[in-house]
């Protein structure tokens, strides 16, 4: 008889909801638009936004940020955005640049905001990594400042962003004890990698892999034939198991390391863009997840 009744009670909330919502139904059907600057940060939007947001991306699956060129459509974008997401880090150069040219006076979020940064010293100069991204435990912090960003551009949908988000975060969460189980299974002493630019330095350190890229943390500077040189000794006489290809740079030069050394070349990872729809990477889930296969792969046989 309790139940009875209070079946009925939810029955009518449910309809009062329901005809509250059909008159609201305008404003709230209104998604806005927001523009973020990659692939993989492009994801991470996604699925705190879900459907109340109408997503842009700058720079496409499989495509180089370090060394875009922004077009005028792109000023077109970002002048037609609520709310811009960046990665911050120093990682898109040219973004000051096309936000003043597109006369936009929305709110940039930074997605890294609160990451502690890795600074590392090249050709004599101190830069920042960029490539927050390729830690999970950043990736959570990403999440909650892409959370805050859209509450702070759309009140009316915060309890969407909040739940989106936690449910976000336990994928993460259950991503992150999957990723350190696959690597503990790797000897500790094969956990080394070469990739062409130093893409995964905070991967390394979350996951305790050493990593060596003959290219430094951007794409811009191309390795000289000295650290291409050091490299290849460096291989041979701590037997480094194998070189790994990347979706964005050219497959050259670690096509010529791996033949000069016999290492062998592990496969292709993902490390400033996820692939295009039909890839092995269209989500940061899957990124990671197909990362992490091809290095356990390579680095335990
Ligand atoms: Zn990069």
Aim: zero cysteines; a neutral charge.
């Amino acid at each position: 008889m309790r139940t009875g009744r209070s079946l009925l009670i939810v029955f009518f909330a449910l309809v009062t909801a329901a005809s509250f919502n059909i008159s609201a139904a305008p404003a709230q059907d209104k998604k806005i638009p927001v523009v973020a600057t990659f692939s993989i940060l492009s994801d991470l939007v996604k699925n705190v936004g879900g459907d109340r947001i109408e997503i842009t991306t700058l720079v496409g699956p499989n495509s180089d940020t370090h060394v875009y060129a922004p077009t005028p459509a792109d000023a077109k974008k970002v002048a037609g955005a609520k709310v811009v997401f960046v990665n911050g880090l120093g990682y898109e150069g040219w973004m000051t640049r096309l936000v003043k040219a597109s006369g936009s006076k929305a709110p940039s979020v930074v997605a890294s905001k609160g990451v502690k940064s890795r600074k590392m010293e090249e050709e004599g100069r101190q830069v920042t990594d960029p490539h927050a991204w390729q830690s999970i435990g950043n990736a959570k912090i990403y999440v909650t400042n892409i959370r805050d960003g859209l509450i702070a551009a759309d009140p009316a949908s915060k309890s969407a962003y909040e739940a989106n988000a936690s449910a976000y975060l336990a994928k993460l969460d259950a991503l992150e004890t999957e990723v350190k189980d696959a690597i503990s299974k790797i000897p500790a002493d094969r956990r080394r990698l070469i990739t062409s630019h130093d893409a995964f330095g905070y991967f390394g350190a979350a996951y305790g892999l050493e990593v060596i890229a003959p290219e430094g943390v951007s794409t811009e500077s191309e390795a000289s034939a000295q650290d291409v040189a050091k490299i290849i000794r460096q291989i041979k006489s701590e037997h480094i198991p194998a070189v790994f290809m990347e979706n964005i740079t050219d497959h050259r030069l670690l096509d010529q390391i791996a033949r000069e050394t016999n290492a062998k070349i592990g496969g292709e990872l993902y490390t400033d863009a996820l692939s295009g729809p039909d890839g092995p990477a269209p989500t940061y889930l899957d990124m990671f997840r197909h990362n992490v296969g091809a290095l356990t792969e390579a680095l335990s046989s």
